[in-house]
């Protein structure tokens, strides 16, 4: 592949410092109150040593749980320091990952992320090739800049070997197919050309690479039982392939930060992880957040999630721009396991069984200052991650581990009732997770 000279990161500047740079936990504010070992002075066997030997070298052997964090836009600087601390602070019950969608940066900004994420397993560069299709899902419009650094997504003539290349390029040690929507209409020719893909891509992986099938998916997929049955199917069948990394989006009405409540589509994750522990392969559910979380019960190996409302799940996209929206400070809450409205957490603080959050993002959140948009993000990856560790000794597919997610999701349900949380602080989701689990 070619670089390009100017072929930059796009608007925010990749390279950036980030507007909250000099208060960033250590500089300038001295250590931040509550905070849990900030900073950290690097692991006790060494940066990188979690790849080869540490927690991360179990990442996919479904012994702990992966916990993926999706590469911000905005203030990425911030997730190698993210990463290390979660890594501290969850002693060896949870392995890390780092994902960056391969169209959205240059090759050298993805190398210099991929670089800094020391504490991370797993590093993803994902080709994302769902972004061209808008037949299947509701995507933006592509532009011009990402089809000039992703040149598969102008045609699915590109060669395997090339969507390859461009990962290994960027940094990536978990290899993915394509990802391109698959086609409802013509179910088992999607699927087909789908596994052809993959076994193009297994034929062309130099020794110790391991790779993902990778599908996109639309809710019908998992909510249509006949859909369902016939991925399945492919996906059982085809024993090769023994890591499937599955982006499902979620349809409209579903919002940022409020997890799903269809029944038909959470049943359809539990089918799809069940079956991935039954037949031992590792499920991966990118941009999933906490529901992606709630599967860990069912036997997923790992998830992702981000610290924006963009990309902590995978909703429907328009190219329409609206108006200036006010944004709405939101604080994830462990304790109802939801994102509340910053307004919301006064009601729930002043319980006496409250917990407050000891993460190193806190201290400087909660002191009455400016809301930190940075910091409210690094603070949800933190406490998504931990509740990620705390499932994990049940992660090999012990049958507790539905009882962790069980027991936290009733734990949650009764600290909410009585509370006036409504409107985004509204946790409706406990009540379906009880059902379901
Ligand atoms: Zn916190």
Known sequence: M????????????????GPFRDKLPGRGRGKPSGGVGWPVAGHADGPGSLVRSGPGAAALDGKLPLFVVHRPYRFHESVPQLLKQLGEDARGKLALGV????????????????????????????????????????????????????????????PVVGILDLQRECGANLLLTAGRALDTSDALGALAAACDEGDQALAALRPGERLALNLTLNAQWLRNPLLRDNLLAELIENRQFAIWHIRVQ?????????????????????????????????????????????????????????????????????????????????????????????????????????QKCTCPYCGSLLDGKPWL?????????????????????????????????????????????????????????????????
């Not at 070619?2 to 410092?17: A, E, H, N, P």
């Not at 050298?108 to 590093?123: P, T």
């Open 373 to 437: 948009e940075e910091y409210a993000g690094l603070h949800h990856l933190y406490g998504v991650g931990m509740l990620a560790a705390e499932v994990a000794p049940a992660a090999a597919g012990r049958p507790w581990s539905r009882d962790v997610v069980a027991g936290r999701v009733r734990e949650a349900a009764q600290f909410a009732a009585g509370k006036l949380l409504t409107g985004h602080s509204d946790p409706a989701h406990l009540r379906t997770w009880d059902r379901l689990l």
């Open 99 to 158: 994902s960056s969608g391969l169209p959205r940066q240059t090759v050298r900004a993805h190398l210099k992320f991929n670089s800094a994420c020391e504490a991370s397993a797993i590093r993803i560069v994902d080709p994302q090739g769902y972004l061209a299709d808008k037949a299947h899902l509701r995507v933006k419009t592509l532009s011009p800049r990402a089809g000039r650094r992703a040149p598969y997504l102008r045609g699915s003539d590109y």
């Open 250 to 354: 979620w349809p409209a009405p579903a919002r940022s930060w409020v997890q799903p409540v269809d029944e038909e589509l959470l049943g359809g994750y539990r089918v799809l992880a069940e079956t991935a522990r039954e037949h031992e392969r590792v499920l991966l559910l990118p941009q999933t957040g906490l529901t992606g979380w709630l599967a860990l019960a069912w036997g997923v190996t790992g998830f992702g999630t981000g610290s924006y409302g963009s990309n902590q799940a995978f909703l429907e996209e328009s190219d329409r721009r609206g108006g200036k929206v006010r944004s709405v400070e939101r604080y994830f809450e462990r304790q109802v396991l939801h994102t509340v409205e910053r307004t919301a957490l006064s009601q729930l603080a002043a319980n006496s069984a409250y």
């Open 2 to 17: 070619t670089r390009r000279k100017g072929d930059g990161d796009s608007g925010s500047g990749l390279f950036s410092v």
